[in-house]
Every structure is written in structure tokens, then in C-alpha cells.
T-cell receptor, first 113, second 114 residues
Framework: QKEVEQDPGPLSVPEGAIVSLNCTYSNSAFQYFMWYRQYSRKGPELLMYTYSSGNKEDGRFTAQVDKSSKYISLFIRDSQPSDSATYLCAMKDSGGGADGLTFGKGTHLIIQP | NAGVMQNPRHLVRRRGQEARLRCSPMKGHSHVYWYRQLPEEGLKFMVYLQKENIIDESGMPKERFSAEFPKEGPSILRIQQVVRGDSAAYFC????????????FGDGTRLSIL
């Protein structure tokens, strides 16, 4: 079983729709959870950074973490064609654990105009 | 540009040559991380460095790969005697350090081995 599972898609939705992206993980030591957006031929761009369980909202983006289910989500409201990209979830443990991030493979999102 | 700078953006090498990839962290950041992204694979952590120290190299291949972050100048990821399987995108990230500080990425170096 991979440490982080993420559906690669592609996920295609019409402009203006609410998008839901998800990851599951197996390592209960993960405490910090991130979502990155990656455009073709570019580096990952940090969207959301959360610690432990709960919700965090930033503009059109909402990140949710459910540690009991080992499940994280990213919601995008009022989706735009410019949101078309690959979305990567990432996570790490804390307190002297590994410093590198563990990534999902990414979900390719297409917003249709 | 205060972001993470990587160069070159593209690098072509023949089998057996050496590849050197450079990374300058964001201004004020002293913690650098290297990742590799193989085709159809996710980003994989390779090594974590602070100035003049390797902190965690648990993701580095045991042979041919090395990294440094000198007191002055950029961090360098060095691959000796490259093979076709080394073809990938190599990304550098930097942070302020500490668990609650996120990592910010550069746009990567795309290494192609002929």
C-alpha cells in the first residue's frame, strides 16, 4: 500500500462548478498537510498548509483534514479555467521525524470554459 | 525575483557524464530540500540540507548522487556517471526551517540523458 493515494484523474468539470480533490494516507504520524498546484513545466506552488484535523479557508479554496479517517480534501469554489492544473497533496510528520514531504501522484484537473 | 531559483532549466547529458544542478533558496531561507519527479511518478524526497550540513539524505540513491549547500553560494545536486534512468525533473524547495514552515519550490531542472 502506497503511503499517499491520490486519484490521477483527469477530472473535468464545467467553469463555475465546485471541485473536490482528495487524498488518503496510511501513516498516522503525518501531522502537517499541504496542497500544491503545479502547471505544466513549472514547479509546485503552495496553496494551503494545515496542521492536524479541521478546516482552513483561503479565498475560493478550503482544505479539510480528517485524521481519524486519514483523509484530506481540497475544495475549489467558483472554478475558473485558470484553475486547470495538477493538484498535489503532500504531508509530513513532526517532532524529529522525516523532514521531506511525502506527495501523492497528483490529480489532473480540467476546467471547461 | 525573491523565489527559489534553479538553473539550468534544462540539461542534456550523455551517459557517463556528470550533471550539476544548482539551487538558490528564497531570500532569508537557510533550509534546502531536493526532490525528483520521474515520468508518471509523484515527487520523491531526496535530501535536506542546511548551510554546510546534510541533515537528512534518506531519499538519496547510495551511489553517484551527492548534494552540498556551502556557506556561500547555491546548493548543488551532483550526479556522477549519469544513466538513462536519471532522466527526470529535479526540484529544489526552501523554507525557514521548523515544522510549521512550508516549503516553497523552484521551477525545476529537467535532466535528459542521451
Amino acid at each position: 500500500q502506497k503511503e499517499v493515494e491520490q486519484d490521477p484523474g483527469p477530472l473535468s468539470v464545467p467553469e463555475g462548478a465546485i471541485v473536490s480533490l482528495n487524498c488518503t494516507y496510511s501513516n498516522s504520524a503525518f501531522q502537517y498537510f499541504m496542497w500544491y498546484r503545479q502547471y505544466s513545466r513549472k514547479g509546485p506552488e503552495l496553496l494551503m498548509y494545515t496542521y492536524s484535523s479541521g478546516n482552513k479557508e483561503d479565498g475560493r479554496f478550503t482544505a479539510q483534514v480528517d485524521k481519524s479517517s486519514k483523509y484530506i480534501s481540497l475544495f475549489i469554489r467558483d472554478s475558473q479555467p485558470s484553475d486547470s492544473a495538477t493538484y498535489l497533496c503532500a504531508m509530513k510528520d513532526s517532532g524529529g521525524g522525516a523532514d521531506g514531504l511525502t506527495f501523492g501522484k497528483g490529480t489532473h484537473l480540467i476546467i471547461q470554459p | 525575483n525573491a523565489g527559489v531559483m534553479q538553473n539550468p532549466r534544462h540539461l542534456v547529458r550523455r551517459r557517463g557524464q556528470e550533471a550539476r544542478l544548482r539551487c538558490s533558496p528564497m531570500k532569508g531561507h537557510s533550509h534546502v530540500y531536493w526532490y525528483r519527479q520521474l515520468p508518471e511518478e509523484g515527487l520523491k524526497f531526496m535530501v535536506y540540507l542546511q548551510k554546510e550540513n546534510i541533515i537528512d539524505e534518506s531519499g538519496m540513491p547510495k551511489e553517484r548522487f551527492s548534494a552540498e549547500f556551502p556557506k556561500e553560494g547555491p546548493s548543488i545536486l551532483r550526479i556522477q556517471q549519469v544513466v538513462r534512468g536519471d532522466s527526470a525533473a529535479y526540484f529544489c524547495a526552501s523554507s525557514l526551517g521548523g515544522d510549521n514552515q512550508p516549503q516553497h519550490f523552484g521551477d525545476g531542472t529537467r535532466l535528459s540523458i542521451l
